[in-house]
């Protein structure tokens, strides 16, 4: 098993660019998740998937968009790159969150961004 | 809003024990996860608690407090491989795990 898979792992644009992100996962997972996450900083939520065709906004959604694409795929675009998307992104996967069951997420291995 | 207060740095010696502190304030809360970040990698999930109580996986254990808001990470026996980022996260809904900015711990020889 891969697990989560990102691609690419590093990418320069240029202000005003376009490009979309990548990201599989393999483990049957129904929950995927696009986080960024800054120098020195935790990661923050910018869209997440509760199942293929569903999509909700997180707490940085802002210049970005994204598509379920299958159970397996969930991509993030960058319409019109900015610096300030300078970041790592990175993908998670897991189980529907249910209480009373462990909360577990599974991380891609981030794509570094740099927007000059 | 929501947020979570954790140390910026912790530094002890091999061979130690150290605690990482966790604070956070949210609207909605079922559960409070820990994951290791070792730089340039990804983050990987080390722990859960979702009722009070003290959750122990080997070296690694876990504390919660529902009614101080509050939980812990305890590394006992630390290697010099356990330095890294410690992040905790709070799920407070369906799609919503806050993360704390991370605690970066250096293990001295």
């Known amino acids: 098993n891969a697990g989560v898979t990102q691609t690419p792992k590093f990418q320069v644009l240029k202000t005003g660019q376009s490009m979309t992100l990548q990201c599989a996962q393999d483990?049957?997972?129904?929950?995927m998740y696009w986080y960024r996450q800054d120098p020195g900083m935790g990661l923050r939520l910018i869209y997440y998937s509760a199942s293929e065709g569903t999509t909700d906004k997180g707490e940085v959604p802002n210049g970005y968009n994204v598509s379920r694409l299958n159970k397996r795929e969930f991509s993030l675009r960058l319409e019109s790159a900015a610096p300030s998307q300078t970041s790592v992104y990175f993908c998670?996967?897991?189980?529907?969150?249910?209480?009373?069951?462990?909360?577990?997420?599974?991380f891609g291995p981030g794509t570094r961004l740099t927007v000059l | 809003g929501q947020s979570l207060e954790q140390p910026s740095e912790v530094t002890a010696v091999e061979g130690a024990i150290v605690q990482i502190n966790c604070t956070y304030q949210?609207?909605?809360?079922?559960?409070l996860s820990w994951y290791q970040q070792h730089d340039g990698g990804a983050p990987t999930f080390l722990s859960y608690n979702a009722l009070d109580g003290l959750e122990e996986t080997g070296r690694f254990s876990s504390f919660l407090s529902r009614s101080d808001s509050y939980g812990y990470l305890l590394l006992q026996e630390l290697q010099m491989k356990d330095s890294a980022s410690y992040f905790c996260a709070a799920r407070t809904g369906r799609r919503a795990l806050t993360f704390g900015s991370g605690t970066r711990l250096q293990v001295q020889p």
């Open positions: 483990m049957n997972h129904n929950s």
């Open positions: 998670a996967s897991s189980e529907t969150f249910r209480t009373g069951r462990t909360d577990t997420q599974y």
């Open positions: 949210t609207s909605g809360f079922y559960g």
